[in-house]
């Protein structure tokens, strides 16, 4: 038997199935709300780990990332920045297998002498077609090395100076490495290169001092393989790496240096205080490649009064490779310039000041990259 509702009893009915309705309301909701909530946290732990989902896509920062990306810092952060300009073309052939060679020779370097280093890699106009450096190569994680990369677009390059339409230009890339740098003492040098047990030892000891360039001895490539040239094979293993650069014996923490000289010529390994790098503005810088390491020694001894130390203790090994920059004379620096000029402070080679390391151009604009990282693995 059916019976009638009266509107008294509906007033009940109706207040009771809106307060069920709000209360599932609100439970959706609420969960909703957490759900995402908790996508969002994870996002922004995502981020806080700084790891990179996919190493091969476009790597975007803000501004302020960025710029915090490039500061070098009042104050340097560690005591060592190593500089290299790269370009992934397969320089001279075998080029990966050396480069990697390169990354884990800093890496031993860092875990050996327990010194805070910095691997700064400028990536110099990167090929379209090519994986970029970070996406190419195996980075360890150490907690005394911290690695960035900075990539020097195609925009950039081409609004540069360029001698014979050179793809890469290392004085500039190497200037940009010393303008950024974060180690209180910064060394340029090649990307075939593996540091020698001399300098491993040079690190520990703390032997540089601001005001003084330093360079080395490096032999020259003959097909007798001389103690600075090797061979080092694809894959090596750290014990095999470590060990093919020894060139002398040492006594631990106790490496000395020779006096300073007048001044002499060496080629791929310069190093000083970063303070000391921007007295003679860096590398001069006019488009090409090769010879502006020899005139900068004579620059930064002759026209700035700076000291130069030369360690016959070689601090590398240059990985054997084809010699082919040789080849294209067209993208040579010019080399004709008087010794005896600069010697006698008739004539100074010198880049013109705030005109260097990109210092003149707007980088931000011009798409200059800036990535950060401790290598290693998540899990």
Same mark, same amino acid.
């Given at each position: 038997?059916?019976?009638?509702?009266?509107?008294?009893?509906?007033?009940?009915?109706?207040?009771?199935?809106?307060?069920?309705?709000?209360?599932?309301?609100?439970?959706?909701?609420?969960?909703?709300?957490?759900?995402?909530?908790?996508?969002?946290?994870?996002?922004?732990?995502?981020?806080?780990?700084?790891?990179?989902?996919?190493?091969?896509?476009?790597?975007?920062?803000?501004?302020?990332?960025?710029?915090?990306?490039?500061?070098?810092?009042?104050? &340097?952060?560690?005591?060592?920045?190593?500089?290299?300009?790269?370009?992934?073309?397969?320089?001279?052939?075998?080029?990966? !297998?050396?480069?990697?060679?390169?990354?884990?020779?800093?890496?031993?370097?860092?875990?050996?002498?327990?010194?805070?280093?910095?691997?700064?890699?400028?990536?110099?106009?990167?090929?379209?077609?090519?994986?970029?450096?970070?996406?190419?190569?195996?980075?360890?994680?150490?907690?005394?090395? %911290?690695?960035?990369?900075? %990539?020097?677009?195609?925009?950039?390059?081409?609004?540069?100076?360029?001698?014979?339409?050179?793809?890469?230009?290392?004085?500039?890339?190497?200037?940009?490495?010393?303008?950024?740098?974060?180690?209180?003492?910064?060394?340029?040098?090649?990307?075939?290169?593996?540091?020698?047990?001399?300098? !491993?030892?040079?690190?520990?000891?703390?032997?540089?001092?601001?005001?003084?360039?330093?360079?080395?001895?490096?032999?020259?490539?003959?097909?007798?393989?001389? &103690?600075?040239?090797?061979?080092?094979?694809?894959?090596?293993?750290?014990?095999?790496?470590?060990?093919?650069?020894?060139?002398?014996?040492?006594?631990?923490?106790?490496?000395?240096?020779?006096?300073?000289?007048?001044?002499?010529?060496?080629?791929?390994? !310069?190093?000083?205080?970063?303070?000391?790098?921007?007295?003679?503005?860096?590398?001069?810088?006019?488009?090409?490649?090769?010879?502006?390491?020899?005139?900068?020694?004579? %620059?930064?001894?002759?026209?700035?009064?700076?000291?130069?130390?030369?360690?016959?203790?070689?601090?590398?090994?240059?990985?054997?490779?084809?010699?082919?920059?040789?080849?294209?004379?067209?993208?040579?620096?010019?080399?004709?310039?008087?010794?005896?000029?600069?010697?006698?402070?008739?004539?100074?080679?010198?880049?013109?000041?705030?005109?260097?390391?990109?210092?003149?151009?707007?980088?931000?604009?011009?798409?200059?990259?800036?990535?950060?990282?401790?290598?290693?693995?998540?899990?």
């Amino acid at each position: 038997m059916i019976k009638s509702i009266s509107s008294k009893s509906l007033g009940p009915l109706v207040l009771l199935l809106l307060t069920a309705l709000f209360s599932l309301t609100f439970f959706y909701s609420t969960t909703l709300w957490q759900t995402y909530d908790r996508k969002s946290k994870s996002a922004a732990i995502s981020q806080s780990q700084g790891y990179i989902a996919n190493t091969a896509s476009s790597l975007n920062s803000t501004y302020t990332q960025w710029e915090q990306c490039l500061d070098p810092g009042q104050n &340097p952060s560690y005591y060592l920045s190593i500089v290299v300009v790269t370009r992934m073309d397969d320089y001279a052939g075998g080029q990966h !297998h050396r480069l990697q060679n390169f990354i884990d020779s800093a890496y031993l370097l860092a875990e050996r002498t327990r010194e805070n280093i910095e691997l700064l890699i400028v990536e110099w106009n990167p090929p379209d077609d090519r994986r970029g450096v970070i996406d190419a190569f195996r980075f360890r994680r150490s907690g005394y090395l %911290t690695y960035r990369i900075i %990539t020097v677009s195609n925009k950039v390059h081409h609004v540069l100076p360029n001698r014979g339409n050179s793809p890469l230009h290392e004085f500039e890339g190497k200037n940009v490495g010393i303008r950024f740098a974060r180690g209180e003492f910064v060394v340029c040098t090649n990307q075939d290169d593996i540091w020698s047990h001399n300098f !491993h030892n040079a690190v520990q000891s703390r032997v540089f001092e601001k005001g003084i360039i330093y360079l080395q001895h490096q032999d020259v490539h003959n097909m007798q393989l001389p &103690p600075s040239i090797v061979r080092v094979p694809p894959f090596a293993d750290d014990t095999v790496l470590y060990n093919s650069c020894r060139l002398g014996n040492q006594v631990w923490g106790q490496f000395s240096l020779p006096t300073p000289l007048d001044v002499t010529t060496s080629r791929g390994f !310069h190093l000083g205080h970063r303070d000391t790098w921007k007295i003679p503005r860096g590398y001069r810088e006019e488009g090409g490649v090769a010879w502006m390491d020899v005139e900068f020694i004579c %620059t930064a001894a002759w026209t700035f009064d700076l000291q130069v130390v030369y360690s016959e203790k070689g601090f590398t090994c240059h990985q054997e490779h084809k010699n082919v920059w040789e080849l294209n004379k067209e993208q040579h620096n010019d080399k004709n310039i008087s010794l005896e000029d600069i010697r006698d402070k008739k004539i100074a080679y010198v880049n013109k000041e705030n005109n260097w390391a990109l210092q003149q151009l707007d980088i931000w604009e011009l798409e200059l990259g800036c990535i950060e990282f401790r290598g290693g693995l998540n899990q």
